[in-house]
């Protein structure tokens, strides 16, 4: 990791209306799917603390975050960019049926994996109550009341969570007490990160199987199995 | 710093919960500017985070709430004694206090310490006066012992604390609340920009009182470090600017 400039090059509204931003910035400081990147702008002292911004799709010369942005990010303006940080997904090459599963307010940060999964020809379903504009046709949109049903059909889980639903997770999964998930999964858990992982300052704890994980150092990315839910 | 005063060259460091447990690189820092390092708040016991963990935005600032989790000072000392002891920087523990008995040995097993050159006493916000004049009599030792005070009570904390042996005082960070998105009041410490003009107020009183104060809070560029040492602060803690590179400069005027 280290520290780049990059540049807003677009503000746009996704197909749900959330404001993002697309960055240009060296190929060394793009985020794998599921990383991150502490961004600022230099000298705007009302923002108070760096953002964390997650990858919605890549490009060769930058990408475009996730919403939400800023409101007073504009197009031309310089922005400090510090990392790529954290653990991201991890899809094995043998995955051919993927499920991704997004519960927050977007499902954005799932969309890298799209290309990974479509480029070895892996089916993809998408589970949520958000639709955005502009997947390949190949991918399928249902219903996160699906999950049950698509937890038997893929080999692959990928959710976007909160660490408030963490606890309700097996129950939305249609998993019985103590029934062990049958297929690999991993969380992007978005916890608030307000020091990205500077100053292990707590605040994004999730509780895991032995003790506490950081989602700002340990994750975002986290081994279903892992977690304690 | 030199192991028994309190000359901080340069006259700026970190404050207490904005670094982790010792110097590193994750921060991208210019460790140059600095003339010490404070750590992590430690308690005695590990401290898990707080149950209603929280970090809310306001205009001009944020409000915190962590619970200063941590694995306990053994844990601590096991984990990153050798990096204090290999530290170009003067490392400074900030312990969290739970019981006055405790306090001498926690203290001298930080003298014992290589790398450690002082400790930071955490006060409680709602200490009484006796408490923080007893808690300070008792981690008394050979290093010299900064007495963190809540902002909001530091005037009347500060002679206490002097009197009871402490080298100099540092700003702990102000209290507040915020309603949070599920409409419930949140309370925590307070950082941002917005922070400052209060933490200079404080930090000019304390000065105007003879008392050593080491300024801290909302300091996001590097006029507000020479309004503080202008009010006569010894040093300046830098808090959550430190999470975006630092102090603009010249030389990175990108911060």
């Known amino acids: 990791m280290s520290v780049y400039v990059g540049r807003i090059t677009e503000v746009c509204l996704d197909s749900l209306g959330k404001l993002q931003v697309r960055i240009a910035c060296p190929s060394g400081a793009i985020p794998g799917a599921g990383q991150y990147l502490r961004a600022w702008v230099p000298g705007d002292e009302q923002q108070a603390l760096p953002l964390c911004l997650f990858p919605a799709e890549m490009q060769e010369n930058g990408f475009l975050a996730a919403p939400p942005a800023p409101a007073n990010w504009l197009p031309g303006m310089r922005l400090q960019l510090y990392g790529p940080l954290g653990a991201g997904f991890h899809i094995a090459p043998g995955v051919r049926r993927l499920a991704l599963a997004a519960f927050g307010e977007t499902p954005s940060r799932l969309l890298p994996l799209i290309p990974i999964a479509l480029a070895q020809q892996a089916d993809v379903t998408l589970f949520s109550e958000l639709n955005p504009a502009l997947l390949p046709p190949s991918v399928e949109v249902s219903s996160l009341n699906d999950l049950p049903e698509a937890i038997r059909w893929a080999d692959f889980l990928a959710l976007d969570i909160t660490p408030q639903i963490l606890p309700t997770l097996r129950q939305r999964l249609g998993l019985k007490a103590n029934e062990p998930l049958s297929l690999k999964a991993q969380a992007l858990v978005n916890a608030v990160m307000p020091c990205a992982g500077v100053a292990e300052c707590g605040v994004c704890a999730i509780p895991a199987r032995r003790g506490w994980k950081l989602a700002c150092l340990d994750g975002p990315v986290f081994d279903l199995a892992d977690l304690e839910w | ?255």
Not at chain 2, 38 to 62: D, H
Not at chain 2, 74 to 94: C, D, G, K, T
Request: proline letters at 10%; charged letters at 15%; hydrophobic letters at 45%.
């Open chain 2, 1 to 255: 710093m030199s192991k028994y005063d309190l000359s901080f060259q340069p006259p700026l460091m970190n404050a207490a919960g904005t670094l982790g447990f010792a110097p590193g690189r994750r921060a991208a820092l210019d460790w140059t500017q600095f003339g010490a390092f404070i750590t992590n708040p430690i308690s005695l016991e590990p401290r898990a985070p707080a149950q209603e963990r929280n970090c809310l935005t306001f205009p001009g600032g944020f409000l915190l709430r962590t619970g200063f989790p941590n694995p306990g000072l053994r844990q601590v000392l096991r984990r990153y004694a050798l990096r204090w002891a290999r530290s170009p920087l003067s490392v400074i523990v900030h312990l969290l206090v739970q019981r006055s008995e405790d306090l001498p040995w926690q203290v001298r097993l930080l003298e014992a310490a290589e790398g450690v050159t002082g400790v930071e006493l955490g006060l409680p916000p709602d200490v009484d006066p006796e408490t923080a004049q007893s808690w300070v009599s008792a981690a008394a030792g050979e290093l010299p012992l900064i007495v963190r005070v809540p902002m909001e009570r530091a005037l009347a904390l500060a002679p206490v604390v002097m009197d009871a042996g402490a080298a100099a005082v540092s700003l702990g960070a102000p209290r507040g609340a915020l309603s949070a998105p599920n409409g419930k009041f949140q309370e925590g410490r307070l950082y941002g920009p917005a922070v400052f003009p209060l933490a200079l107020h404080t930090a000019r009183r304390l000065s105007q009182m003879k008392l050593p104060v080491i300024g801290a809070g909302g300091v996001y560029h590097p006029a507000q470090v020479e309004a503080m040492l202008a009010a006569g602060a010894i040093a300046v803690q830098l808090d959550a600017v430190l999470w975006r590179g630092g102090l603009p400069s010249p030389e990175n005027p990108l911060r």
